[in-house]
């Protein structure tokens, strides 16, 4: 069932689709829902959210590692060779599928901006789960492997909001990227 979706993507997909899976291939951090917020939602004008943004990065692979680690499974084109992906793979049939890492780092980042700019919660996650279905389209990994990154993203927020560092990123970086929008100081 798997195989069959990512066979169809990989019939149906488009240039434009193409051009956006790899966009989203190579943005890794919270600027990605630039798209939703605008352009005065980057990190050249947002230092404090850009740090917090590359922790919340950098925590992905902690959350994510040891369950590719348990889980072994291989990346769609190594298990069927006529998949033809087209955003950039690894050779290396030890990085491992399930979950996905990009797609967790989306689902971290857009919880992370969703109690930041609660106002856009529901055009945040929506972008995430685009995000998401990027790396189908990319023909990298299997449907299984973004929806489980939806539920790794949900937890490890809920595991990120008991550190410290994290609540204290997370209120200079709300502060900041309020203001850069013009929003008032705390959302209603």
Known sequence: MELAELHRLQETRTEAEIAHARADDAE??????????????????????????????????IIVNPAKAAFHRPRPYFFDASLKPV???????????????????????????????????????????????SRLVCGVHFPADVAASKSVGYAGVAVMLQKEQYRKEFAAAKQETRKALGLPLSAE
Do not use: W
């Open 28 to 61: 890794e951090d919270i600027f990605v829902f630039a798209t939703v917020l605008g352009p005065a939602f980057n990190r050249a004008r947002l230092p404090a959210t850009a740090l917090l943004s590359d922790h919340v990065h950098s925590d992905e692979g």
């Open 87 to 133: 955003c950039k793979v690894t050779t290396n049939q030890m990085d491992y599928s399930y979950p996905s890492g990009h797609a967790t780092t989306g689902y971290l980042e857009a919880l992370t901006l969703a109690m930041i700019v609660p106002e856009k919660r529901e055009e945040i996650l929506a972008r995430a789960d685009d995000y998401a279905h």
